[in-house]
């Protein structure tokens, strides 16, 4: 009886042809992966502005309050961080466009911040006149609610831009939100 089997060099090839496909599937993963992680936190941000637009509408209660100014979020470029934060100035007051974390950015009554993963940060804060901040706000003024956008100057703007970039890849996503209060991933 004549048996047949792989020779050593078949085995050889065989295993060497297993550890390429692996080693390609592997390296696309994490590729793909790196850019999910941007998108998602693209598309966190869309929903979070969102969020905000919702408990403004909503009349969200904030340390037991509906805040008079509504609510908001503040963009830290060079923190990395963003907050979802009541805005308890009224527009009429004095300091209404400036977000004060110490009252307005509490998280055990209600604000969240989000620090942005590690490897994916804000790389440009950019407003309606083409021109560059590093910190903004945009908050939703009830009953409308009317959205303002508002940046380091007290100046304001009809639309902001957020550029995420992925360190690891330099692929970027840009979020737009408008005076509109209409958020979205423009590329």
Do not use: C
């Given at each position: 009886?004549n ?5 050593l ?22 590729s ?17 502005l ?27 470029k060079?923190?990395?961080t ?30 969240r ?7 994916i940060r ?15 706000n945009v ?7 009317r ?8 100046s ?23 005076f ?8």
């Open positions: 009886m048996k047949r089997a792989f020779t060099i078949e085995m050889v090839v065989s295993l060497g042809i297993i550890t390429s496909v692996t080693a390609m599937f592997i390296a696309n993963y994490q793909a992966n790196k850019r999910s992680d941007l998108v998602m936190t693209a598309q966190e941000l869309v929903a979070d969102h969020s905000a637009q919702s408990n403004t509408l909503g009349l969200a209660k904030y340390n037991n309050a509906v805040p008079p100014g509504g609510w908001g979020i503040n963009f830290d060079q923190t990395n963003y907050t979802i934060f009541a805005d308890l100035n009224a527009p009429e007051k004095i300091g209404y466009m400036q977000y004060d974390p110490s009252t307005e950015g509490v998280v055990g009554y209600g604000a911040r989000v620090v942005l993963p590690a490897r804000i790389e440009e804060l950019r407003i309606s006149n083409n021109l560059t901040t590093t910190l903004a908050t939703f003024l009830p009953p409308d609610p959205t303002n956008i508002w940046v380091s100057g007290g304001t703007s009809t639309s902001l831009e957020i550029k995420l970039l992925d360190t690891s890849s330099n692929n970027f996503k840009t979020v737009r939100v408008n509109l209060g209409l958020a979205e991933v423009i590329n």
